[in-house]
C-alpha cells in the first residue's frame, strides 16, 4: 500500500462509533435475515434460503470480529457480504424491480460513515456495475424481470430491509449527535483553557497583574496612539525599598503578601487607561498612557507615593514602605519598549542613590553615570583579583590619658591609575553589585591578621575594629566569616569589635537579633557607629546588645560653636553611660574640642588631631 493511500485510510471514516453499537447492527443485521429466510422456507426459494443463510453467517463472524474489536476487518466484511448477497438476489429475481435494491443506499451511508472511503468507492462502483449488468442482461432476453404483485411476503421483505436501514442510521445519527456535542463541550474546554494559558502567559500569577510581555504590548500600542495625539508615555520603573530586609526577616509568605498590597494600592491609584504590571522580585512597572503634561505625570507620582505610604500591617506588625521610581518618557526618551525600559531603570536606581523613597527623571547625564558605575564595578571585581585593595588604620584613644586603646582599620582602594581611592568612591557600587560581601570577608581576615602581626611585635592588646555594611548582615554569611577569621588567624574574639549603623539595626527582624547575639556569644564587641545620625533608639542599644557609640562627627566637630550640639553630645555621653556602654567622639580635630569631651565624660577620641589613617607599619612606628 503506497504513502497514499496510507493517509487515504488514516483520514477518510474518522468516525468510530463503539463496540457496543456495531455489535447491535450485527444482531439487527441477523434479525432481518432469519425474517427473510424464514419467508423463503416458507416459499421454498432455495436460491433464497441460501443467500440468508451466508448473511446470516457472514453477521455472526462480523460480529464476533466486533467482539475482539477488528473492526476495521469487521466492517469491510458485513458491507462486502451484505453487497454480494443482496446484487445476486436482484440478478435471479426481479432484477431493478426488486425491494432488495433498498439495501444499497443503506450500505452506501454505512460505508461512507464507519469504512474507509477505498472501501467506500469499492461499493458504489460494484452496485453501479451490478445496475448495468443487470440492464445488460434484460436488453439482451437473457432474463426477463417482472414485478412481483404485492403482498404480506413483499411487504415484510422491504418493511424488514426499511425497518433495518432506519433502525442502523438512527443508531449511528445518533451517536453522532453524541460525538458533535462531546466535541462541542471538548472545543469549549479547549478554547477555556486556551484562554486561560493565554492570561496565565500575560500575568503574573502571584499578584494577578500583567507581566513584562503584555506590558511590552501595551507600551507598543500606547506609543502608536501617541504618535497620533502628539501627547506623551511615561513609563515608571518601581523598586520596593528595603523589600529584601522585610522579606529575610518575616518570611516569603509576608513578603509575598506585601508584594499584592503593594499591587492594589498601585491599582487603585492608576488612571483608566494605565497599566500597572509586575516586572518581577520587587520590581513593578506602570505605563502612563497618552500624558498631556510633565506636571500631570507628577500628580500621580505623587498619588503613587501617598498611598504605598499609608502604614499596613503583616503578621501583627505595623510597617510604612516606601519605593524608589525612576521615569522615562516618551517620545524624549526613545521609542520603544527596550529603550524606555533600560532608562527607566537608569532613573530607578539614581532615586535609590538619592536615599530611596524618592523619583528622578532620566536624563543623559544619567547614562554617563551609569557607565561609569559599570565601569567601577568591573574595576573593583579586577581590584579583588589584583589584591589591590590595603588597609589604612586610625587609633582610637583614652580621652584621660591619651593610651591608644583600639584602632579601625579603613579600607582604601590603590587604583593603578587613580592612586589612593578612599572608601566614599566605590563603597555603594561595591553595595549595589554585591561585591562588598567579598571585600568585607577579605577586611576582616587582613585585619585581624595584622593585629597578630602587632601583638607579635609587642603591642598591647587593643580592639581592631571593622566596619560592616548592610549588605553583608542580609547576604553575606557574617557569623561565619567572623569565625573563619577568628580561627585562621588566632586573634582573641574579645579583640575585634564589628562597627554598625543604627540603620542596619532599623527593622528589628528577628533574624538581625539572633545573628547579633550569636556574635556577641563568639565573644565580639559591636559598636554603633555614627550615632545620633539615624533612627536613634533606646530600645535597640539593649536588645542588640551594644557595647560602644561612636558619636557622629557632625556633632562633634561644631560642638564647641553650637550648643543645640553640644547638648545633643551631652545627652549621648549621659544616656550611654547609664546603659553602662562605652563613647568615642569621631572626627576630633583639636585640642579644644578633645578637652570639652573629655569634661563631659566622653570615654575615648578619634581624629585627625591623634593620627589620619596610615599604613600598618606607619601606624607601629607611631604607637611605638
Known amino acids: 500500500m503506497d504513502a497514499d493511500v496510507k493517509k487515504d485510510e488514516k483520514v477518510h471514516g474518522s468516525y468510530r462509533p463503539s463496540v457496543q453499537r456495531l455489535t447491535h447492527i450485527a444482531d439487527l443485521l441477523c434479525i432481518v435475515l432469519l425474517v427473510i429466510g424464514g419467508r423463503a422456507v416458507a416459499l421454498g426459494g432455495e436460491l433464497d434460503i441460501l443467500l440468508s443463510t451466508l448473511g446470516v453467517v457472514a453477521a455472526l463472524v462480523g460480529r464476533y470480529l466486533i467482539q475482539r474489536e477488528r473492526t476495521e476487518l469487521a466492517v469491510p466484511l458485513l458491507l462486502g457480504v451484505m453487497m454480494v448477497l443482496v446484487s445476486v438476489s436482484m440478478v435471479v429475481n426481479q432484477g431493478l424491480y426488486s425491494g432488495a435494491l433498498l439495501s444499497y443506499p443503506c450500505l452506501l451511508i454505512a460505508a461512507g460513515m464507519l469504512a474507509s472511503r477505498r472501501v467506500f468507492l469499492g461499493l458504489l462502483v460494484s452496485m453501479l456495475g451490478m445496475v448495468a449488468l443487470i440492464t445488460w442482461i434484460s436488453l439482451n432476453g437473457m432474463h426477463t424481470y417482472v414485478a412481483v404483485p404485492h403482498g404480506p411476503g413483499r411487504m415484510l421483505v422491504v418493511s424488514s430491509l426499511l425497518v433495518l436501514g432506519a433502525v442502523a442510521m438512527w443508531l449511528l445519527a445518533n451517536d453522532l449527535h453524541h460525538a458533535r456535542e462531546n466535541l462541542d463541550h471538548e472545543i469549549f474546554q479547549l478554547e477555556n483553557s486556551q484562554a486561560s494559558l493565554n492570561y496565565l502567559a500575560q500575568h503574573d500569577p502571584l499578584t494577578d497583574l500583567p507581566n513584562r510581555s503584555l506590558i511590552e504590548e501595551r507600551v507598543g500600542n500606547a506609543i502608536g496612539r501617541a504618535r497620533q495625539s502628539g501627547k506623551m508615555v511615561a513609563l515608571l520603573f518601581l523598586d520596593l525599598d528595603h523589600f529584601k530586609i522585610i522579606n529575610d526577616s518575616l518570611g516569603h509568605i509576608a513578603g509575598d503578601q506585601l508584594l499584592r498590597e503593594i499591587a492594589s494600592r498601585l491599582k487603585k491609584v492608576v488612571r483608566g487607561g494605565d497599566t500597572v504590571s509586575r516586572q518581577g522580585g520587587d520590581e513593578f512597572l506602570i505605563v502612563l498612557a497618552e500624558v498631556d503634561s510633565i506636571d500631570a505625570m507628577t500628580a500621580v507620582l505623587m498619588r503613587i507615593q501617598t498611598l504605598v505610604a499609608q502604614p499596613l500591617t503583616l503578621q501583627d506588625m505595623e510597617l510604612v514602605v516606601s519605593l524608589s521610581i525612576g521615569i522615562s518618557v516618551y517620545p524624549q526618551d526613545g521609542d520603544d519598549f527596550g529603550t524606555l525600559l533600560k532608562k527607566a531603570d537608569t532613573a530607578m536606581y539614581q532615586a535609590k542613590s538619592a536615599g530611596r523613597n524618592a523619583y528622578r527623571l532620566f536624563s543623559d547625564e544619567m547614562s554617563a553615570d551609569t557607565y561609569a558605575r559599570l565601569g567601577m564595578e568591573q574595576d573593583l571585581r579586577q581590584a579583588l583579583v589584583r589584591n589591590e585593595f590595603e588597609l589604612h588604620y586610625q587609633p582610637i584613644v583614652d580621652m584621660r590619658d591619651g593610651r591608644v586603646?583600639?584602632?579601625?582599620?579603613l579600607l582604601r582602594w590603590r587604583h593603578p591609575e587613580r592612586g589612593m581611592v578612599g572608601p566614599d568612591a566605590f563603597i555603594q557600587v561595591a553595595e549595589q553589585s554585591g561585591l562588598i560581601v567579598e571585600m568585607g570577608i577579605w577586611v576582616l581576615q587582613q585585619a585581624c591578621q595584622q593585629m597578630v602581626i602587632w601583638q607579635g611585635e609587642g603591642l598591647p592588646e587593643v580592639?581592631?575594629?571593622?566596619?560592616?555594611?548592610?549588605?553583608?548582615?542580609?547576604?553575606?554569611?557574617?557569623?561565619?566569616?567572623?569565625?573563619?577569621?577568628?580561627?585562621?588567624?588566632?586573634?582573641?574574639?574579645?579583640?575585634?569589635?564589628?562597627?554598625?549603623?543604627?540603620?542596619?539595626?532599623?527593622?528589628?527582624?528577628?533574624?538581625?537579633?539572633?545573628?547579633?547575639?550569636?556574635?556577641?556569644?563568639?565573644?565580639?564587641?559591636?559598636?554603633i557607629d555614627d550615632f545620633g545620625t539615624g533612627y536613634s533608639n533606646l530600645s535597640y542599644l539593649q536588645r542588640f546588645q551594644v557595647d560602644r557609640l561612636k558619636i557622629d562627627r557632625s556633632f562633634v566637630q561644631s560642638i564647641i560653636s553650637n550648643e543645640q550640639n553640644r547638648a545633643i553630645v551631652t545627652a549621648i555621653i549621659q544616656m550611654a553611660h547609664s546603659l553602662e556602654l562605652e563613647t568615642t567622639a569621631e572626627g576630633i580635630e583639636d585640642e579644644a574640642t578633645r578637652q570639652l569631651l573629655a569634661a563631659l565624660g566622653c570615654d575615648c577620641g578619634q581624629g585627625y588631631l591623634f593620627s589620619r589613617p596610615v599604613s600598618a607599619s606607619k601606624f607601629m612606628a607611631q604607637v611605638r
Open 405 to 409: 586603646v583600639a584602632v579601625e582599620a
Open 463 to 527: 580592639l581592631i575594629s571593622v566596619n560592616l555594611s548592610a549588605v553583608q548582615m542580609h547576604r553575606g554569611d557574617l557569623e561565619q566569616s567572623v569565625r573563619d577569621a577568628l580561627q585562621r588567624t588566632g586573634l582573641k574574639a574579645s579583640l575585634l569589635e564589628l562597627e554598625l549603623t543604627e540603620s542596619m539595626l532599623l527593622h528589628d527582624s528577628e533574624a538581625s537579633i539572633l545573628l547579633l547575639q550569636r556574635l556577641k556569644q563568639l565573644g565580639v564587641k559591636l559598636a
